[in-house]
Antibody, heavy 125, light 110 residues
């Protein structure tokens, strides 16, 4: 059974650093992309970026490039999302999800088939 | 603001068939496959449809997806109270060079 289990809720102050985790099981960690998705309070889903743990290939949405760092530790099948300096606007629920990505030569076929339970990050002074 | 346009809300009565639309452009829906997600209140999103019209195992056949040109639709037949949730479309966007989500449609079962 595929499972993605995320670390617990965090309360931080502006300027703090933070690293949240997404521990996976039930499939081969190194052969699937893992994405991070943000959901701000009362808002929709936003793709932040993705990592392929097999070779650490990492891509970011332009909106999040330079703001966060995505990494993975293949020895413990865990992906991470990290901030160096949090802002109040980073307050949100963050989801990890396994990202399936195929290209049949004509189109990209991509979907998020398994999701973590979400990590609530609250940034407040 | 997402590049995928959708109605912010939809509603129906139990047993009814409802359709949720998602409109994009040639750089996203017009060129790539669409997936759909259900997010029940206070829970993580769940995959309903991938590759325009494919259902993962375990998703009831009451849920179906379709795509035509630069628009996609999710249909829910035999509406049930437990279908009350937010629904999101998603696809690849060439300008973003990554996946993009629609803004979400809140479905109310009256």
């Amino acid at each position: 059974e595929v499972q993605l289990v995320q670390s617990g809720a965090e309360v931080k102050k502006p300027g703090d650093s933070l690293k949240i985790s997404c521990k996976t099981s039930g499939y081969t960690f190194t052969t699937s992309w893992i994405a991070w998705v943000r959901q701000m309070p009362g808002k929709g889903l936003e793709w932040m970026g993705v990592i392929y743990p097999g070779d650490s290939d990492t891509r970011y949405s332009p909106s999040f490039q330079g703001q966060v760092t995505i990494s993975a530790d293949t020895s413990i099948s865990t992906a991470y999302l990290q901030w160096r300096s949090l802002r109040a606007s980073d307050t949100a629920i963050y989801y990890c999800a396994r990202h399936q990505l195929e290209n049949d030569g004509l189109q990209y076929i991509n979907w998020f088939d398994f999701w973590g339970q979400g990590t609530l990050v609250t940034v407040s002074s | 603001q997402s590049v995928l346009t959708r109605p912010p809300s939809a509603s129906g009565t139990p047993g009814q068939r409802v359709t949720i639309s998602c409109s994009g452009s040639s750089s996203n829906i017009g060129s790539h496959a669409v997936s759909w997600y259900q997010q029940l209140p206070g829970t993580a999103p769940k995959l309903l449809i991938y590759s325009n019209n494919q259902r993962p195992s375990g998703v009831p056949d009451r849920f179906s997806g379709s795509k035509s040109g630069t628009s996609a639709s999710l249909a829910i037949s035999g509406l049930q109270s437990e279908d009350e949730a937010d629904y999101y479309c998603a696809t690849w966007d060439d300008s973003l060079n990554g996946p993009v989500f629609g803004g979400g449609t809140k479905l109310t079962v009256l």
